[in-house]
């Protein structure tokens, strides 16, 4: 299994060094525009492979993509991340160009790999780079609501008192903080509902401090967040790598799904080592279902915005 990830910044290099410590992978590539950037990260990760105990052979490539050439999964991170006070939307002038022109360099080396698009405003990123490279939609997937689900269940379990592992929970809709719809009324501890242990009042906090976690770190740390955001992508390029099939809630292409046509958004996702093995439609009550429409809108009108760049 070879993976390449494009962006060598802090998700990217974060991305690299979960995937590698994971030892799934026989190869992980690194690219940056930026000289020696991933060149250095990729030497720097290697010298902690006796000390982590891992084989995963990383090297870093400055913008030549015939390196990644034959890779199974590529990981796009690349862009400018947010800074304080802005929104994933206003990051789309710049990011659009930077996630067109990687998505058909990857494609140029790598004609039958599966893209994890992590780039921001992320369920346009993932709609764009279905437009460009005309890939089938089981082989684009977006990040995101694999990240504001651990958010959510971080949420949760400090609401509960409780270790996270003892929590499950998802989060479904637009990776944007007003456009996630994290599903409360599912969420479990250990197959058992929270709101049998939490008040109504102590579950809408827990949404709305799951729909601002990207905002929140963003303010305390100057700029977007990388553990996490890395941690999910690996734990998704494992899912594939290693045929799992396990579920997780990412951006895909929907065509009827949900009743939505022709936008990407958050939804559940079985996926295996073709990527998107199967969309999973759960049965949503009547405010969920009007939350999802109201996002998907919203999507719809960041979309919109690709035509005047």
């Known amino acids: 299994m070879k993976v390449t990830v494009v962006g060598a910044g802090a998700v990217g290099a974060s991305s690299a060094e979960y995937i590698a410590i994971k030892n799934f992978a026989s190869e992980v590539v690194l690219v940056d525009i930026k000289e020696n950037l991933a060149e250095g990260k990729a030497m720097d990760l290697m010298q902690t492979a006796t000390l982590n105990g891992f084989d995963t052979k990383i090297t870093g490539s400055t913008n030549d993509y015939s390196k990644t050439a034959n890779s199974d999964v590529a990981v796009i991170?690349?862009?400018?991340?947010?800074?304080?006070?802005?929104?994933?939307?206003?990051?789309?002038?710049?990011?659009?160009?930077?996630?067109?022109?990687?998505?058909?360099?990857?494609?140029?080396?790598?004609?039958?790999?599966?893209?994890?698009?992590?780039?921001?405003?992320?369920?346009?990123?993932?709609?764009?780079?279905?437009?460009?490279?005309?890939?089938?939609?089981?082989?684009?997937?977006?990040?995101?609501?694999?990240?504001?689900?651990?958010?959510?269940?971080?949420?949760?379990?400090?609401?509960?008192?409780?270790?996270?592992?003892?929590?499950?929970?998802?989060?479904?809709?637009?990776?944007?903080?007003?456009?996630?719809?994290?599903?409360?009324?599912?969420?479990?501890?250990?197959?058992?509902?929270?709101?049998?242990?939490?008040?109504?009042?102590?579950?809408?906090?827990?949404?709305?401090?799951?729909?601002?976690?990207?905002?929140?770190?963003?303010?305390?740390?100057g700029t977007s967040a990388w553990y996490a955001p890395g941690a999910a992508v690996s734990s998704l390029v494992q899912a594939i790598a290693c045929d799992q099939h396990k579920m997780f809630p990412c951006s895909a292409l929907l065509e009827g799904e949900y009743g939505l046509n022709?936008?990407?958004?958050?939804?559940?996702?079985?996926?295996?080592?073709?990527?998107?093995?199967?969309?999973?439609?759960?049965?949503?009550?009547?405010?969920?279902?009007?939350?999802?429409a109201e996002s998907a809108k919203s999507v719809k009108a960041t979309n919109s915005l690709l035509n005047k760049i």
């Open 262 to 292: 022709d936008l990407c958004i958050g939804v559940p996702l079985i996926l295996g080592k073709s990527g998107i093995h199967k969309i999973v439609e759960i049965d949503l009550n009547q405010e969920e279902k009007d939350k999802l």
């Open 77 to 221: 991170t690349s862009g400018i991340p947010r800074k304080p006070g802005m929104t994933r939307e206003e990051l789309i002038g710049i990011n659009a160009g930077i996630v067109s022109s990687v998505s058909e360099n990857i494609i140029k080396y790598s004609p039958n790999v599966i893209l994890i698009i992590v780039s921001n405003p992320m369920d346009t990123m993932t709609y764009l780079a279905h437009k460009v490279t005309g890939l089938p939609k089981n082989r684009i997937i977006g990040m995101g609501g694999a990240l504001d689900s651990a958010r959510f269940k971080y949420r949760l379990s400090q609401a509960l008192e409780c270790p996270a592992s003892d929590v499950n929970g998802i989060v479904i809709g637009g990776h944007s903080d007003k456009g996630m719809l994290p599903l409360v009324r599912l969420a479990t501890r250990n197959s058992v509902r929270v709101s049998e242990f939490l008040s109504n009042e102590k579950m809408n906090e827990v949404m709305q401090e799951t729909k601002v976690g990207g905002a929140t770190l963003t303010n305390m740390l």
